[in-house]
């Protein structure tokens, strides 16, 4: 009997169950990468580009993709390149993976308003357009009056001539304006 006890009282299937949690664990990872509102665009995005809905996006769900937003003349070839950036089939879970991977690196919203808050020490959550401009065209990875331009552009200064760096902060974590929600 004591054998028989012994037996029982070490797992048979170790390894196995450690391969699978393992598994479980690399798979949930990808969600946790983003917020419940951002997988549920995720999703409708995907949804939107299945186009024959088999759960999967292929060439073809690219293709008529395209011509949904007016690109008609695709080729081949670069479709098959969009295709070989993916690891395998595009399904859901590789598709949020993909956004994920395309994210990764870009700082918590918390550390880049941090960052900006340098140039704000009264904590307004707005900076005057003139002194950002100044400060990214002639300090570190100096930007050109284009880029400042285009981001004035992106990221209008109020009346008062400031940009609200917290709304600029939001947009580069979440992929979004918080007003327009």
């Known amino acids: 009997m004591n054998g028989i006890g012994r037996a029982r009282g070490k797992p048979p299937n170790e390894a196995p169950k450690k391969a699978k949690k393992k598994a479980a664990e690399a798979?949930?990872?990808?969600?946790?990468m983003f917020e419940q509102a951002q997988i549920q665009e995720f999703k409708e995005a995907f949804t939107i580009m299945d186009q024959n809905r088999d759960g999967?996006?292929?060439?073809?769900?690219?293709?008529?993709?395209?011509?949904?937003?007016?690109r008609l003349n695709v080729g081949n070839d670069e479709l098959d390149e969009m295709l070989k950036m993916a690891?395998?089939?595009?399904?859901?879970?590789?598709?949020?993976?993909?956004?994920?991977e395309?994210?990764?690196?870009?700082d918590p919203e918390e550390t880049i308003i941090n960052a900006f808050k340098i140039f704000d020490p009264e904590g307004q959550?707005?900076?005057k357009g003139e002194d950002i401009k100044y400060y990214i065209m002639s300090q570190a990875d100096k930007f050109t009056e284009a880029e400042v331009e285009d981001m004035f552009t992106n990221f209008p200064l109020d009346v008062a001539g400031n940009l609200d760096y917290k709304n600029l902060c939001y947009v580069i974590t979440h992929g979004e304006d918080k007003e327009a929600e």
């Open 27 to 32: 798979s949930s990872n990808v969600f946790s």
């Open 56 to 70: 999967f996006i292929d060439k073809n769900d690219l293709r008529d993709t395209f011509c949904a937003l007016g």
């Open 87 to 100: 690891p395998g089939p595009i399904n859901f879970t590789i598709f949020l993976s993909m956004f994920g």
């Open 102 to 106: 395309k994210l990764k690196g870009t």
């Open 125 to 127: 959550g707005v900076l």
